[in-house]
């Protein structure tokens, strides 16, 4: 079967359309000065095991395994209500709807933690990237990554977390 040049420059449109939507929290930033995870301990240790138990299976390959979930098709990308984001794995406020902003990214996006200390940022060489990601500080759990194209009146800085990694607490 031959495959016409009209139908290579579709396929290779439809291939680029994919790459560029799965990667909104894949942008690489190379100025990173971050510390990699194996360097710090985290007050809440639990074994793979011990996550399965208090995790769901989306937020278990999120936050232990570091993954990351769909674009556009997570709970929290198109919420507008008022009220606070918490870890998954600890029920530790990390971020507030006061500072959720619509990114297009695919997830949701905030210009900063709830309040300091809640989060930490390290190195992420994944992917063949290097990435700034944010982790838990409690556990050390994969939460998204960072980003400096955010609201440049509001720090700049575009916090891409993944639903999965967060509850939500209305107000």
């Known amino acids: 079967m031959k495959i016409t040049k009209v139908m290579k420059s579709v396929l290779s449109i439809a291939i680029l359309l994919l790459v560029v939507s799965t990667s909104g929290c894949g942008q690489t ?8 995870t194996k360097a710090l301990t985290f007050p809440v240790q639990k074994s793979e095991a011990e996550w399965r138990k208090v995790l769901s299976p989306i937020a278990f390959e999120v936050m232990v395994k570091r993954g990351t979930e769909p674009p556009f098709r997570n709970p929290y990308n198109d919420n507008h209500q008022k009220g606070i984001y918490v870890s998954a794995a600890t029920g530790e406020p990390l971020f ?5 902003f619509e990114s297009g990214s695919g997830w949701p996006s905030f210009t900063k933690a709830i309040k300091a200390g809640v989060i930490t940022v390290v190195t992420d060489n994944s992917h063949g990237m290097v990435r700034d990601e944010v982790i838990e500080t409690k556990t050390g759990l994969h939460l998204g990554h960072v980003f400096d194209d955010g609201p440049k009146d509001k720090g700049g800085k575009r916090y891409c977390m ?9 107000k």
């Open 96 to 100: 507030s709807s006061e500072d959720k």
């Open 162 to 170: 993944n639903s999965a990694a967060l509850k939500f607490i209305k």
């Open 29 to 36: 930033n190379p100025k990173s000065k971050s510390n990699s």
